[in-house]
């Protein structure tokens, strides 16, 4: 397995949002993890990515724990996250976004003429700031600065948010070609038919805790609805 998350639990001070957590992901894979607003979901991506100040339980990426390993050093691994909200640098133009992923220069097959073949969007916005672009080119900004750092697993929080669904279609349209060049994809989504149609499996969580998981073709919708609201034992 190229990610194995055992027993994690999470904590915001003195309130838990994890709840021994377990998640494994292959190479290769496009996993989903799905559920309700503040079901963990974000929380459980913070936690492999480094940025969850109090966690207990083991995660480790390609046989390797990764307990207590500063954020900075877990992307020199290569894991890369596209944070909620895009967060991309605003006062930077679009190719000096793009630079600042690079920035660990870890090998591969993703440079600044790569990302903007695969979002013809930004190629004539090069030189444009950030703020001046619209929500969905700066959401493609912010895969493509993660995608710089040619990382061997790219952890998407949340893509769709606050997007036209024409923009979302692009976006997922994407990720095929995003694996094929290399990387695994963990991806938090609220829309569920999308994460479906783009994973290979499934993790709900219900209030911190795994509530479902299995092959996302084998989910049926009754056994998505009971566990994403807690109506039965899934």
């Not at 995608?147 to 095929?176: C, F, H, K, Q, W």
Request: hydrophobic share 45%; proline share 5%.
């Amino acid at each position: 397995m190229l990610l194995q998350v055992e027993r994690v639990a999470g904590f915001y001070g003195d309130f838990q949002a994890l709840f021994d957590v377990s998640v494994q992901v292959a190479e290769g894979e496009t996993v989903a993890i799905i559920g309700a607003n503040g079901a963990g979901k974000s929380t459980l991506l913070k936690t492999v990515a480094g940025l969850m100040a109090r966690t207990t339980g083991t995660v480790a990426f390609d046989g390797r724990p990764l307990d207590g390993m500063p954020t900075h050093r877990r992307l020199g691994l290569g894991i890369a996250m596209v944070p909620e909200g895009r967060r991309i640098f605003p006062s930077l133009t679009v190719e000096e976004n793009l630079l600042v992923g690079a920035h660990r220069l870890r090998p591969g097959p993703w440079s600044v003429r790569r990302v903007l073949e695969l979002f013809p969007a930004l190629a004539d916005k090069r030189g444009r700031p950030g703020s001046r672009l619209s929500g969905g080119e700066q959401q493609m900004l912010a895969i493509g600065r993660a995608l710089m750092a040619n990382p061997r697993l790219l952890l998407l929080d949340e893509v769709s948010l606050g997007l036209a669904p024409v923009v979302v279609r692009r976006i997922y349209e994407t990720l095929p070609e995003v694996v094929g060049n290399g990387a695994t994809v963990v991806l938090v989504e609220q829309d569920i038919g999308q994460a479906l149609r783009a994973a290979d499996r499934a993790y709900c969580l219900l209030e911190g805790r795994v509530a479902l998981h299995g092959p996302s073709g084998g989910l049926t919708r009754q056994q998505i609805t009971d566990a994403y609201f807690g109506m039965r034992s899934a």
